[in-house]
């Protein structure tokens, strides 16, 4: 089984759409979860970290399910500029730290 | 803001050669990573480095790599004798001004081209 999974789409949607990624992950210690967005050919960047509780910045929205070994990411009223791939990253540290990305799921939003 | 800086940001080396790519993490970070992207493909986890050694690498990271943290701002990334296969964006990356900051941020990579 992959350490971090996601469907790797394309999803493609149209402006204002509501969309879901989900991922799962394999190692039951990790720690920390986030998710990254990358455009063509630049590096990811943080776009938010997850919380047990589940979290919400703006228009996305980010859940955790331990038991599950699950996150998502919802984004709500799309816009043009979400277009991009968004990767799933998850953290596990005992003695060592070690971050380990999905494949991504890329999104495209038409107008 | 603070940011991650990589050096060169593309090289293109003949098959066989040394390089060495470069990187200034963010200043207080305590964990250093570097990733490479083949073209169209995942983001992949090469080594982590804490503490002045290595605290884990994956399969990729073979006896042809090795990092070195020289003095004390710069981490690099050493490919001993590159092949046509390691062509590929190679991330550098920090986290960890403390255990429980994990967010990793990234430098905005090197294109290494093999010839």
């Known amino acids: 089984r992959k350490e971090v999974e996601q469907d790797p789409g394309p999803f493609n949607v149209p402006e204002g759409a509501t969309v879901a990624f989900n991922c799962t992950y394999s190692n039951s210690a990790s720690q920390s979860f986030f998710w990254y967005r990358q455009d063509c050919r630049k590096e990811p960047k943080l776009l938010m970290s997850?919380?047990?509780s589940g979290n919400e910045d703006g228009r996305f929205t980010a859940q955790l399910n331990r038991a599950s070994q699950y996150i998502s990411l919802l984004i709500r009223d799309s816009k043009l500029s979400d277009s991009a791939t968004y990767l799933c990253v998850v953290n596990w540290y005992s003695s060592a730290s070690k971050i380990i990305f999905g494949s991504g799921t890329r999104l495209s939003i038409r107008p | 803001e603070p940011e991650v800086t990589q050096t060169p940001s593309h090289q293109v080396t003949q098959m066989g050669q040394e390089v060495i790519l470069r990187c200034v993490p963010i200043s207080n970070h305590l964990y250093f990573y570097w990733y490479r992207q083949i073209l169209g493909q995942k983001v992949e986890f090469l080594v982590s480095?804490?503490?002045?050694?290595?605290?884990?690498k994956s399969e990729i990271f073979d006896d042809q790599f090795s990092v070195e943290r020289p003095d004390g701002s710069n981490f690099t990334l050493k490919i001993r004798s590159t092949k046509l296969e390691d062509s590929a964006m190679y991330f550098c990356?920090?986290?960890?001004?403390?255990?429980?900051?994990?967010?990793?941020?990234f430098g905005q990579g090197t294109r290494l081209t093999v010839v």
């Open positions: 997850v919380y047990s």
């Open positions: 990356a920090s986290s960890g001004a403390h255990r429980g900051s994990t967010e990793a941020f």
């Open positions: 480095f804490y503490n002045n050694e290595i605290s884990e």
